[in-house]
């Protein structure tokens, strides 16, 4: 695949970080154009702080970082703190980034490298609630055409919600917007939990991360470590699902992952399964294939990725 020019919009959160890293790894393959920032596992004040502390640790602190915004489309902001931590990435040293904040609103940002783009020339890689990203199709739909493909953390099917018992966390907060961007007729892979839960966080797996010995790959153990308390503890495995890295993951090596096109649909009415996605895997409906979903991954490979390109940055 040549390479790609990304945005990532995140709420980091310890599993958004290290899609950070593992896309700051890969600069041969992944051009950033620009990190922004939602609310989400923690409100956008921490997110935003996060994006420029792990920008910082890793070396980046020229990526420009944008705020975006601070609340869903409709609803009311939920966030995971119990997941992450009151910082949204314990396990890693909180200090005061030295990597900027800019000015601009992150949808304004968005918008406007989308408007000076060439067609299908640039790839939304959302990590969290799809505010950011509903909102800039909703208020300028004209740069449609610019988005190359969305590679979204988001959904579930065969595993049931991780926030509700219907739906996972990225779409929950913001049904609205995930209703938007799925709709929106570009592009769109979707990793939901069906595959995150596939890629567990391991004892040995976080071992052989922290015996590379760079400041990236201490801050991943570190930030693992505490990330994993939860999950295994909920649903009573050794390790947690490492979500988000999974969408730079198929972008660097799409072999690693199966897939199926199909309907995905969001609920966004009912509040006994607001956030559903609704996944019409064996095409039983006439609803268009919006999604490719992701199904199954190359676990131990998606490991091996992850461990070599952190290991880049002791280089
Ligand atoms: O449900 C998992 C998703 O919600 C991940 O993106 C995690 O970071 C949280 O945002
Ligand atoms: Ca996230």
């Not at 939920?78 to 909180?94: C, F, N, P, W, Y």
């Not at 601009?104 to 299908?120: K, P």
Request: net charge negative; glycine share 8%.
């Amino acid at each position: 695949m040549s390479r790609q020019r990304i945005i990532i919009d995140c709420d980091p959160g310890q599993d958004d970080a290290v899609a950070l890293f593992l896309a700051m790894a890969s600069p041969a393959e992944l051009e950033i154009l620009g990190i922004t920032a939602v609310a989400g596992n923690v409100p956008l004040e921490l997110t935003q702080r996060n994006v420029r502390l792990m920008c910082d640790i890793a070396g980046h602190v020229d990526i420009p970082v944008f705020a975006g915004c601070d609340r869903p489309m409709v609803r009311d902001l939920l966030t995971a703190e119990k997941v992450h931590g009151k910082t949204g990435i314990d396990g890693v040293e909180i200090v005061e980034p030295t990597t900027p904040l800019q000015e601009q609103h992150a949808v304004d940002f968005i918008v406007e490298t989308l408007r000076a783009a060439e067609d299908e020339s640039v790839t939304l890689v959302p990590t969290g609630p799809l505010t950011n990203i509903g909102t800039v199709i909703d208020r300028a739909p004209d740069v449609l055409p610019k988005i190359r493909q969305l590679v979204i953390m988001g959904g579930a099917m065969r595993e049931g919600g991780n926030y509700s018992p219907s739906a996972e966390f990225n779409i929950l907060v913001d049904p609205h917007a995930a209703d938007i961007v799925f709709g929106c007729g570009r592009p769109i892979t979707s990793m939901g939990l069906d595959v995150t839960h596939q890629v567990l966080s391991t004892r040995a797996r976080v071992e052989r991360i922290r015996q590379l010995g760079n400041p990236v790959a201490e801050a991943t153990a570190g930030m693992l470590g505490f990330f994993e308390r939860h999950d295994s503890k909920k649903y009573g495995v050794e390790g947690a699902p490492l979500h988000d890295p999974c969408t730079i993951a198929w972008l660097l090596a799409p072999q690693l992952f199966e897939g199926r096109f199909c309907n995905l649909s969001v609920e966004t009415r009912s509040e006994l399964t607001m956030g559903h996605t609704a996944i019409d895997f064996w095409h039983v409906t006439e609803r268009p294939h919006n999604v490719n979903w992701i199904c199954s991954v190359d676990a131990d490979g998606f490991y091996d990725l992850l461990t070599e390109r952190l290991g880049r940055f002791g280089d």
